[in-house]
C-alpha cells in the first residue's frame, strides 16, 4: 500500500481550491441542481498538481458538490487565453502570465501562489560547467511568455548582474 504525505503546499493548494468552490457548491445544493463544472487548467508537470488530480480522480470535489475536471494545458499564455474564451474557471499559473493578460485588458486577478519562488532545474551540456560558460549560447524555451522563459531572463538577469560586478 502506498502512503501519500500532505506537505504545506499540497494542503494550502486545497484549501485555496475548496474556499473557491465551496460558495458554488452551497448555491448549488440549496438550489438542487446539477453539480457545476469547474474546469482548472495547469501548465506544471510536478507533484504540486497531484492533489488537484487525486481530487478529482477520487471524487473529493464531487463530495463537496463540485464537480472538478483538470486540464493539462502546455503554457501559462494558453491557459490564459482559455479562461478569457470561458473554457476553463481557474488556471493555475504563473503571475507573468496573469499580469501579460491584465495588461492586456484582461479582466483577471491572480488571488494565491504556493511555491514563492522560481524553482526548477537548468540542464545544459557537458561543456557547460557553471554559469559563466553560458556566455554567446542560446537558451531554448517552449513558448514566449511561459514560465521557462521567464526563469530564462531571470537567468540572462543574474548573469549580467554577476559579469558587471566582477573587478577588472
Given at each position: ?13 486545497l ?131 511561459g ?9 540572462g ?12
Amino acid at each position: 500500500m502506498t502512503s501519500f504525505t500532505w506537505s504545506f503546499g499540497r494542503m494550502v493548494l486545497l484549501a485555496i481550491l475548496l474556499v473557491l468552490l465551496l460558495p458554488i457548491a452551497v448555491f448549488t445544493s440549496a438550489h438542487g441542481a446539477e453539480l457545476p463544472l469547474v474546469r482548472i487548467a495547469h501548465g506544471a508537470f510536478s507533484e504540486k498538481i497531484a492533489v488537484m488530480w487525486i481530487g478529482a480522480e477520487r471524487g473529493i470535489f464531487r463530495k463537496h458538490g463540485v464537480n472538478v475536471e483538470v486540464i493539462a494545458i502546455r503554457t501559462g499564455p494558453q491557459s490564459m487565453a482559455a479562461m478569457a474564451s470561458g473554457d476553463i474557471q481557474v488556471a493555475y499559473t504563473i503571475p507573468g502570465s496573469v499580469v501579460s493578460a491584465s495588461a492586456s485588458g484582461m479582466d483577471v486577478a491572480f488571488f494565491a501562489g504556493i511555491v514563492n519562488m522560481a524553482e526548477g532545474d537548468f540542464m545544459g551540456g557537458r561543456n557547460i560547467r557553471n554559469p559563466e560558460d553560458l556566455k554567446g549560447k542560446r537558451l531554448g524555451v517552449q513558448s514566449i511568455g511561459g514560465s521557462v522563459w521567464r526563469k530564462a531572463h531571470f537567468i540572462g538577469s543574474f548573469l549580467s548582474r554577476r559579469r558587471n560586478k566582477r573587478p577588472a
